[in-house]
């Protein structure tokens, strides 16, 4: 369990609780027990005290027998049973005019042996109180139900905080059909209903921005298409060529939006299989129009689980990086390890990796070619995949690392 969650510092409350309530109520019963055999001390002090008045000769037999009797104490005169309770754990000791009395517990009665000056004789009460403290192990034992019961409601009560972590979790994947609506009444129930209605209003807008997505570069396309079919008509001049760039660049952006919302949109999952890496990267070859075998690299039979389209994306964006900036349009693609690596030759970024993966962010060299969306793009498919990406530049070559 963590130690920093809100059930296991409830549980250490209660059982602390638990154990201060049990240390607590057996001090109240020892004390109650110590209580009533004081009690009863008290009551065969005066016994003993009757017996010691007819041993020095103040009272008669006939007296100590009507004192006895008053007190509901009978002298037994059964030998035998008196040898049987001498046998017996002797349950305590009243000292009475430097005498010992010794109290013995048998059969429901209480009977108290006199010293041997005295007679020894056997006397029974016959209104034995036995020392009945169970009680308070009864009360013990109710408090510890309604302490169990009130951790049990409590619990109850937070666990839908499980469930509502669970829900947040496959939200924070990029699942957006989810329910969190509850009925209960407490407070946990007030945000799960809260959340739930702002994953709704999330949803309609991620919803609205595909729609406008798809819509625009939907609408894009057949212009910019007509556009490059009319140019096709024009003579050879200056105009042709800077309307042919505009519509390349259109036609790139166009792409790239597409290319963005498809793997960032809500309903984006991610389906792992196991694929070799070398048949990624022939997909990725294939999807830049570029001739098998052209691309380098030393990638044997390796296996990873990845989902094939994204990651494909993914080395393609790589590639494409690699040839736009190299110096020689190279890329060597290296396997060490777990560490598949994107080198070709340049100059080092000016800036970190992490202002690069920013959408719209690119580097200063051909920028009609790109409107720095592919890094991003990486990062993002590489990010829900759960694998790192980083950069270094040594010896005049550029590398972006995939960490497997």
């Known amino acids: 369990m963590n130690k920093n969650s809100i059930l296991f510092r409830i549980s250490l409350f209660f059982l602390l609780a638990f154990l201060a309530m049990t240390i607590l109520f057996k001090m109240m019963y020892d004390y109650e027990?110590?209580?009533?055999?004081?009690?009863?001390?008290?009551?065969?002090?005066?016994?003993?005290?009757?017996?010691?008045l007819w041993h020095i000769g103040k009272d008669t037999k006939e007296e100590l027998i009507?004192?006895?009797?008053?007190?509901?104490?009978?002298?037994?005169?059964?030998?035998?049973?008196?040898?049987?309770?001498?046998?017996e754990k002797k349950f305590e000791s009243i000292s009475c005019g430097m005498q010992n009395f010794?109290?013995?517990?048998?059969?429901?009665?209480?009977?108290?042996?006199?010293?041997?000056?005295?007679?020894?004789?056997l006397l029974k009460d016959l209104r034995t109180e036995p020392i009945d403290v169970y009680y308070m192990w009864w009360l013990y034992g109710a408090f510890v139900l309604v302490l169990f019961a009130l951790f049990l409601s409590i619990a109850i009560s937070i666990?839908?905080?499980?469930?509502?972590?669970?829900?947040?979790?496959?939200?924070?994947?990029?699942?957006?059909?989810?329910?969190?609506?509850?009925?209960?009444?407490?407070?946990?129930?007030?945000?799960?209903?809260?959340?739930?209605?702002?994953?709704?209003?999330?949803?309609?807008?991620?919803?609205?921005?595909?729609?406008?997505l798809r819509n625009i570069t939907h609408e894009l396309k057949t212009p910019i298409t007509k556009g490059q079919l009319s140019l096709e008509?024009?003579?050879?001049?200056?105009?042709?060529?800077i309307l042919t760039n505009v519509f390349m660049r259109l036609n790139l952006l166009t792409r790239e939006f597409l290319q963005i919302e498809n793997v960032t949109a809500c309903d984006c999952q991610i389906n792992k299989n196991s694929y070799h890496l070398a048949d990624i990267l022939d997909?990725?070859?294939?999807?830049?129009?570029?001739?098998?075998?052209?691309?380098?690299?030393?990638?044997?039979?390796?296996?990873?689980?990845?989902?094939?389209?994204?990651?494909?994306?993914?080395?393609?964006?790589?590639?494409?990086?690699?040839?736009?900036?190299?110096?020689?349009?190279?890329?060597?693609?290296?396997?060490?390890?777990?560490?598949l690596s994107?080198?070709?030759?340049?100059?080092?970024?000016q800036n970190s990796l992490e202002y690069y993966i920013q959408p719209f962010t690119k580097c200063d060299v051909n920028t009609g070619e790109s409107?720095?969306?592919?890094?991003?793009?990486?990062?993002?498919?590489?990010?829900?995949?759960?694998?790192?990406?980083?950069y270094k530049h040594e010896n005049g070559v550029n590398c972006f690392i995939i960490h497997l």
Not at 233 to 241: A, D, G, H, I, N
Not at 342 to 349: D, R, V
Not at 381 to 390: A, N, Q, T, V
Request: charge should be negative; charged fraction near 30%.
């Open 342 to 349: 994107f080198c070709s030759k340049g100059n080092e970024m």
């Open 283 to 339: 997909n990725a070859v294939d999807l830049l129009f570029l001739e098998l075998g052209s691309i380098k690299h030393n990638i044997d039979n390796r296996s990873v689980e990845v989902d094939f389209e994204l990651m494909s994306i993914v080395f393609k964006n790589l590639l494409d990086n690699g040839i736009k900036y190299s110096d020689d349009a190279a890329v060597f693609v290296n396997l060490e390890g777990n560490e």
């Open 66 to 87: 009507d004192n006895l009797k008053k007190q509901n104490i009978e002298i037994v005169s059964d030998k035998k049973l008196y040898e049987n309770i001498v046998k």
């Open 33 to 52: 027990f110590i209580s009533v055999k004081e009690n009863l001390k008290v009551h065969y002090h005066k016994v003993a005290k009757s017996v010691m």
């Open 371 to 390: 409107f720095g969306l592919g890094l991003y793009i990486v990062y993002y498919i590489l990010d829900k995949h759960g694998y790192k990406l980083s």
């Open 159 to 212: 666990y839908p905080l499980k469930h509502l972590q669970l829900q947040i979790r496959r939200f924070g994947e990029g699942e957006m059909d989810l329910n969190l609506v509850s009925q209960r009444k407490d407070e946990i129930a007030e945000v799960s209903n809260e959340f739930d209605k702002a994953v709704s209003k999330i949803k309609g807008m991620m919803n609205s921005r595909a729609i406008f």
């Open 233 to 241: 008509f024009l003579e050879p001049s200056r105009t042709k060529e």
């Open 102 to 121: 010794d109290l013995y517990e048998k059969d429901n009665y209480r009977y108290m042996i006199t010293p041997q000056n005295t007679g020894e004789m």
